[in-house]
C-alpha cells in the first residue's frame, strides 16, 4: 500500500483518500441522506425548504490527528427555511449515526436565495396590476417580452416592509433575444415581492424613460464579418498532463493542496503544502472567498439599494457556470464536477464546473553571462485551478495559480455585461445627461452604466509549518536620519510585528509598498529566519461609499484591505453567516471587539480587493475582462530559490 504525507501530521493511502477524506464535499447520497435526516425531527417544518446543504468541516485539531484506518466524523450542515413560519434553522446531521446533533432557529435571519425563487418571482411579479400597468405606460403590452430578474432586496427605503418578512427585487427587461436582454432596461420600475406570501408588496415607478430601440449582441451570428487572419494556436500535452488529480487531492511540482466547490463560497482550497527535501511543508490549511459585495453609485431611488453580496445572498458556487475545453481553459486542461443540492434536499450534478490546466508561465529565472557567452535560463510552468460564477449579468472566474518557485497568486477574471441603465439622453453631449450629477457613462444610445464597485474579501487560514503564527507589517521608506544617510540613498525597512486584533486592521500604503508576512515564530531556518509567505497586493481601491451608508454597515470587512483574527471555527463568512436582508451586518467588525491576542497564535488573515468601475463604451455590450488578485511569495520559508532544479 502506498503511503501519502498528507501535510498535517500524518501518512493516509492514495486508496482511502480517492474514497473519502475528512473534508470532502458531500456526494449525491450524503446530501439527500442529510435531507432525509432533517426531514425526519419532528422539528422540521411542513415543506421545509434547504437554502444550503455541504459539508460540516471537522476541527483542524480531528484533521490534524488523523491516521491511517482511523475513523473520523462525517457531517452536514444544513440551513432550512419555513417559508410559512417566515423562520430560519440551523441544522446538524451525523452522517454516520444519521441523526440530528443540532437544531437552531436564527433570529432575525434569511438565508440565501432560493433556486426556486428564480423561477417563481417573474411569474408572480408579471400577474401585478400595478406593474401590469407601469408597462402599459411604456407601450409594453407583451409581457412574454419581459425577462424580470431576481435581486435580493438590499438596503430598504420604505421601512413599512423592514419587518422581517422575506423580500426579493424584480427589475424589468424587454426580451429581443437571451444573450443580451440587459441592453433594452426598463427603467424607472422595481417591483418588492413577498416570497413567503408569493405576493406583490410594492411597485415603485419613478417615471417613463425611453426604452433602448435595440439591445447589441456579442454571439458570433451577429458579428460580421468575423475575423479570418489568425492561424491555430494550440495548447496540447501530446503524454498527458503532468498533475495528479485523485478524488479531491491534486500533486503537482512538488505542490500538494485538496479542493472543493462550496454552494455559498466557491472554489475552496484545503491543506496547502509545499514538498522539500521529501517532506510536505504546510502553508495555508484553508483558502476561499469569504464574501463579495458590489456598491453601485448611483443616487436614483430605483438605484441605490443596489449592493448585491454575491456570495452570502445568492451563493457563487451553486451558480457555477460550465466550463468548455478551448474557451473557459486550455484544451490541455481537464474539468471536473460537484454536487450541490436543490430546495428540496435532493442532490444534482453540476458538471465540468472546475478547471485544472498548467500553462506556460514566461521565464521563471535567467542569467546571461558576458564574459563566458554561456546563458542559463530555464521556462516557468504554473498549475491553475479555476470556476467561473455567472451571477445574473457578471461573469467572476476565479483562479488559485501555483508557480515552481514556491509562489501562490489569486486571479479574478471579471467579465460578463455591465448593469445598465436606462436613459433619455442618446449621445454623450446630450445636456440633460448629467443633470442629476455624474453617476455613469452612456454606453450606446438611451443606456447608461452607473459607476460602481467589486469588493471581495479572502480569508486565508495560514498553518506555516505548524497552526501557531504571528503576523507582521512591513514598510519601506527613505531613511529620516541624515546621521545615517549622508548621500540621502538610504532605504529602511520597518517591521511590526501585531500583537492584537485591532493592530491588524490595516489598510495598503503605495508610498510605503506595504506588504504583510504571515509566519511561524516558533521555528529558525539555517539563515536565522522564521519560515513564512508574504502577501503583496496589486491593484485595489478603496470604498467610495460614506461610512455611514447601508452598504458599509452591511460589508464592514471593505473599510480595511488587511485583517488578522484569532481562528475560530464559526468565524468562515466576513460578513457573517446570515447577510440576506441583514441591516448592519456582521463578521469582522465585530469579531475585532474583543481585541484577542494574534502573536504565536492560530490566526486567520483576510484580505480585500476591490476595482472601482468606471465604464467605457469599449466595454459594451460585453465587456473584455479586467484582471484583479493579489500574490503569496515565499519569504524566509526558503534557503534560496526551490526553483533551481528545473531542467
Known amino acids: 500500500m502506498i503511503l501519502k504525507w498528507i501535510g498535517l501530521g500524518c501518512f493516509i493511502s492514495w486508496a482511502v483518500m480517492a474514497e473519502l477524506h475528512p473534508l470532502d ?18 422539528q422540521f417544518p411542513k415543506d421545509g425548504m434547504f437554502p ?49 446533533i443540532l437544531w437552531k432557529e436564527e433570529k432575525n435571519a434569511q438565508p440565501m436565495v432560493l433556486l426556486e425563487e428564480y423561477e417563481k418571482l417573474p411569474g408572480i411579479v408579471k400577474k401585478d396590476l400595478q406593474w401590469q400597468a407601469a408597462m402599459r405606460k411604456r407601450g409594453v403590452t407583451d409581457f412574454s417580452k419581459v425577462q424580470v ?23 424589468s427587461y424587454l426580451k429581443e433575444r437571451d444573450m443580451n436582454f440587459y441592453g433594452r432596461p426598463i427603467e424607472g420600475v422595481i417591483v418588492l415581492v413577498d416570497m413567503n406570501a408569493e405576493k406583490v408588496v410594492e411597485v415603485i415607478d419613478t417615471g417613463v424613460v425611453p426604452i433602448a430601440e435595440k439591445s447589441e449582441q456579442f454571439d458570433v ?16 500535452q501530446p503524454k498527458g498532463v503532468s498533475f495528479k488529480a485523485r478524488g479531491h487531492e491534486v500533486v503537482w511540482q512538488k505542490w500538494h493542496f485538496r479542493w472543493t466547490l462550496h454552494p455559498r463560497e466557491g472554489l475552496v482550497l484545503y491543506d496547502i503544502g509545499y514538498e522539500d527535501q521529501g517532506k510536505i511543508r504546510p502553508i495555508l490549511y484553508r483558502a476561499s472567498v469569504s464574501e463579495m459585495v458590489v456598491p453601485y453609485g448611483d443616487p436614483d431611488r430605483n438605484w441605490s439599494w ?65 564574459y563566458s557567452n554561456k546563458n542559463e535560463a530555464r521556462r516557468a510552468r504554473e498549475l491553475v485551478i479555476t470556476f467561473t460564477t455567472a451571477v445574473g449579468n457578471y461573469d467572476y472566474a476565479f483562479k488559485w495559480i501555483f508557480g515552481q518557485e514556491g509562489g501562490i497568486r489569486q486571479e479574478i477574471d471579471l467579465t460578463g455585461i455591465m448593469l445598465p441603465k436606462g436613459v433619455s439622453a442618446k449621445t454623450a453631449g446630450d445636456p440633460n445627461l448629467h443633470k442629476g450629477g455624474h453617476t455613469g457613462h452612456l454606453v450606446a444610445a438611451n443606456i447608461l452604466a452607473p459607476h460602481h464597485q467589486h469588493f471581495f474579501n479572502f480569508r486565508l487560514d495560514f498553518d506555516i509549518e505548524g497552526a501557531n503564527n504571528s503576523v507582521m507589517e512591513i514598510n519601506t521608506r527613505s531613511a529620516k536620519d541624515n546621521s545615517k544617510n549622508p548621500e540621502k540613498n538610504v532605504i529602511e525597512m520597518e517591521e511590526i510585528t501585531f500583537q492584537k486584533e485591532r493592530e491588524a486592521c490595516r489598510n495598503m500604503s503605495l508610498e510605503e509598498a506595504r506588504k504583510w508576512r504571515v509566519f511561524n515564530p516558533n521555528i529558525k531556518n539555517e539563515l536565522g529566519y522564521s519560515p513564512g509567505y508574504v502577501l503583496i497586493p496589486e491593484d485595489n481601491t478603496v470604498p467610495y461609499a460614506l461610512p455611514e451608508s447601508g452598504v458599509r454597515k452591511r460589508a ?54 476591490g476595482i472601482t468601475h468606471v465604464p467605457r463604451p469599449e466595454e459594451w455590450p460585453i465587456m473584455p475582462v479586467a484582471h484583479l488578485g493579489f500574490k503569496l511569495l515565499p519569504a524566509g520559508f526558503f534557503v534560496k530559490n526551490p526553483s533551481l532544479d528545473l531542467p
Not at 25 to 42: D, T, Y
Not at 350 to 364: A, F, H, L, P, W
Not at 565 to 594: P, V
Request: proline share 3%; charged share 30%; glycine share 8%.
Open 149 to 171: 430578474d431576481a435581486w435580493a432586496a438590499g438596503h430598504l427605503i420604505n421601512k413599512d416592509f423592514d419587518d422581517g418578512r422575506r423580500l426579493l427585487r424584480g427589475i
Open 221 to 236: 451570428k451577429s458579428q460580421s464579418p468575423v475575423r479570418k487572419d489568425l492561424k491555430p494556436l494550440k495548447m496540447s
Open 556 to 609: 464592514g470587512f471593505i473599510d480595511y484591505h488587511f485583517w488578522t483574527t484569532q481562528f475560530h471555527t464559526d468565524e468562515i463568512y466576513a460578513a457573517g453567516d446570515f447577510i440576506n436582508q441583514n441591516k448592519l451586518g456582521y463578521g469582522l467588525k465585530q469579531w475585532m471587539t474583543n481585541d484577542e491576542k494574534i502573536e504565536n497564535q492560530d490566526i486567520v488573515t483576510w484580505y480585500t480587493v
Open 52 to 100: 444550503l446543504i455541504a459539508l460540516n468541516e471537522p476541527p483542524k485539531s480531528e484533521v490534524r490527528a488523523l491516521t491511517l484506518g482511523k475513523s473520523f466524523r462525517r457531517e452536514a450542515l444544513l440551513w432550512v427555511l419555513d417559508k410559512k413560519g417566515n423562520k430560519t434553522y440551523q441544522a446538524v446531521c451525523d452522517l454516520r449515526k444519521n441523526n440530528l
Open 306 to 370: 443596489r449592493n448585491a453580496f454575491d456570495a452570502g445572498e445568492y451563493g457563487v458556487g451553486r451558480l457555477a457556470a460550465p466550463l468548455e475545453k478551448g474557451k473557459d481553459i486550455p484544451e490541455n486542461g481537464e474539468l471536473f464536477s460537484a454536487i450541490f443540492s436543490h430546495d428540496s434536499g435532493k442532490s444534482y450534478e453540476s458538471k465540468n464546473v472546475v478547471g485544472i490546466y498548467e500553462r506556460d508561465g514566461g521565464m521563471i529565472w535567467k542569467h546571461w553571462d558576458i
Open 25 to 42: 464535499p458531500l456526494n449525491r447520497s450524503e446530501v439527500e441522506k442529510a435531507a432525509k435526516c432533517a426531514r425526519g425531527s419532528s
